[in-house]
């Protein structure tokens, strides 16, 4: 091989690794953003528990932020390797988000769809549609969890 091509073999690996960032980092912001996801599910949730004083405003408001994290590439935290190390705290990721990639996907892409529902319905101000679209939205958050997140921490 010439050493231009194992130099630009070494650039595109290089590359690859610096978009996805270290392992550290990739669960750090993996925690942050389903905190953050986590802080907006219970806002609505509150809500929706005291009919009234229900804000329709800050349903919208948490409905928007979940749906702007849904499609932030979440997907781009779960690089190889994730499974194993420390973000803020240890990782509480299963091995077998890896080992099972189609149920990985499928669970990813029905939250993405159920954030993106919630989002739109959260805009018409239908607390009954509301309710009903919220509890999908979280049944796609436990059905991930169930699968492929640690109880406790490892
Ligand atoms: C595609 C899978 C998946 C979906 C969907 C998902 N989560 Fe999670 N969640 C995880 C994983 C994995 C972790 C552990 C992250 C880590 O420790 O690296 C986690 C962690 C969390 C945490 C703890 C964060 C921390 O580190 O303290 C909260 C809170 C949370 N999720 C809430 C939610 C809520 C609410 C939803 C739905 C609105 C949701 N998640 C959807 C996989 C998912």
Not at 103 to 127: I, M, P, R, W, Y
Request: hydrophobic share 40%; net charge positive.
């Amino acid at each position: 091989m010439k050493i231009q091509t194992i130099l630009c073999a070494l650039l595109m690996l290089q590359g690859a690794a610096a978009s996805a960032g270290p392992i550290e980092d990739q669960i750090k912001f993996r925690q942050s953003a389903y905190s953050f996801i986590g802080w907006n599910t219970n806002k609505i949730k509150t809500q929706l528990d005291n009919p009234d004083t229900l804000s329709k405003e800050e349903i919208v408001a948490a409905a928007n932020a979940i749906a702007a994290a849904a499609n932030s590439g979440l997907g781009a935290l779960y690089g190889p390797g994730t499974d194993k190390g420390e973000g803020w705290k240890k990782t509480r990721l299963k091995s077998e988000f890896f080992e099972k990639p189609e149920e990985a996907k499928k669970a990813a892409l029905q939250f993405n769809l159920e954030a993106n529902e919630f989002a739109k319905v959260a805009a018409t101000g239908d607390v009954g549609q509301i309710k009903a679209k919220f509890g999908k939205l979280t049944q796609s958050c436990k059905s991930c969890h169930d699968s492929f997140r640690e109880k406790d921490v490892k």
